[in-house]
Each structure stands twice: as structure tokens, then as C-alpha cells.
């Protein structure tokens, strides 16, 4: 744990200050148009100062009384922030130790807003691998059980995903918010609980991935009739075939990126070695 020093560590890390406005009030209208707590809005500056490396476990961490003179806020917002951090596993706190940064091998990965903010920090094709990876694992067999759990609605909302993802083809919805739609809505229609509670997470990382793969093969947006084939299992009832298909879907993004990773360390090299000449 380090040792702190005499100057303020909120100076030193330049966390963006909340404007009048927001400091007289418990809740605000952020940028996304959506309302959220003043706490999490601390929580949001916070995570992804110790995620970018304005915090890091070799650095000071700010006390207390800096955060709340920073931020114009109570020691109770302050101490509840800190608290959904440490649960994120970003932080650790102790009485009479103070507050510092985990290691990055402590940070909850499942948790979609540390996902996040690592998949914004900078594009990290082996954070996009290991997501595929997990993803490879997951839902082929949540499409499987989707084929003989799945309820009339769980049904009609693939198929309703599967209509908005060719409704993007002539421009008339997202492509993206329609391919995540689909991912989601077979994955809740699986019955399984446990794969239900990683709907936010993979949500929250194919906002990045979709986008990434898109653009390695070149086109714009997902192949409808590619997700069709996976929905048309589902209906039909034949889990081997919604198996199959969702695996190939993925393999086929799992390629992709790891075909540009292995470029990209191509490209590294041969500038390393042009700059050893």
C-alpha cells in the first residue's frame, strides 16, 4: 500500500469536477438523457480514472475529505461510492489504512460497467478474445435450451429481434441495438437463471464486439439470414441445429479478431525491427 504524500491526490489526478448545478442536487440528467444518482455519477468518474490509470495501486489514492470537497457532496455519498467500488473490486479500504487500487487481476470482469470501462479505455483485441471466448462457451448452449424451453414469448422476441435486424437493412432501426436485441432475447429465453444474469454483461460488451467484427469483415452490419438460421432452430424445437448455427456465428467473430490481433503483433514487430536498423 503506498505511502501517501502532503499534496492532494484529487489534484494530482485531475478527476473532473461536477458542475453548481449537479453538487445541489441528489440526481442529475446525464448525457445519455437518462437519470442517475449522484452517486453513481462519482462511481462512473472514479472507475474510469482507475481503470485509465489516473489511480493505480502505485499511486496515492485520495482521502475521504478530498472527494468531498471535489465534489461538493456528503461523506455518506462519498463512502457509498467507494463501497460499490470496492464491490466492483476496483478497491480495497481499511480503517486507519485508507482506500488504494486492487491489482488489475482483482477487478470484476462479469460486472458490465467495469467491462466497459476497460473496452473504452482503449480497444484491447485480447479483452475482445477472451469475451468471445467466454461468449464460444455460452451461448451456442443457450440456444440449444432455448429450443425446447423457450415460452411463446421468449419465441416471439427473437423473432421480433430477427425483424428489426432486417428492418436495419433498409434503414429503418439500428443494426446494432437489433444484433444485441437478438443475442439477449435467445439467452433469456434459455430458462436457465444463471445464464439470464450475464444478459447485462454481454449486452454491455457487444456494443464493442459487434462493432469491431463488422468492421473486420468489412460490412456494415450483421448477416440477417446468418442470425435467421439460428432463430429458425429455436423455433422449430431442434437444439442441435440452434447449436451449430449460434457456434459457427461466433467462431466466425472469434476468427476475425484474433486474425486482426495476430496482424496487429505482425505490425509491431516489423516496426520494432525497423527501428533497430
Known sequence: MPKRSG???VENAS???????ARTTLSYWDRSGTSTTLTHRIVEDLGIAVVTGRYASDKTFPVEADFCAQYGVSRAICREAIKMLKAKGLLDARPRKGTWVQP?????????DVLRWLLER???????IEFTQMRLAVEPIAAALAATA???SDRWAIQSAIARMAAAEKGDDDPLASDIAFH???MRACGNRFYGQLCELISTALQFSIRTTNHFKGVKRASVEDHRRVA?????????MAETTMRELIQEALDLVCEAEANEQLRGTNVRKSNSM
Do not use: C, Q
Not at 482503449?122 to 475482445?128: D, F, I, M, Y
Not at 429458425?232 to 442441435?240: E, K, P, S
Open 15 to 21: 478527476v473532473r469536477p461536477l458542475g453548481p448545478m
Open 232 to 240: 429458425d432452430a429455436i423455433i422449430a424445437g431442434d437444439g442441435v
Open 104 to 112: 488489475e487481476e482483482n477487478w470484476n470482469l462479469m460486472d458490465s
Open 184 to 186: 439477449v432475447s435467445v
Open 7 to 9: 499534496k492532494s491526490a
Open 150 to 152: 423457450a415460452k411463446p
Open 122 to 128: 482503449k480497444l484491447s483485441l485480447g479483452l475482445l
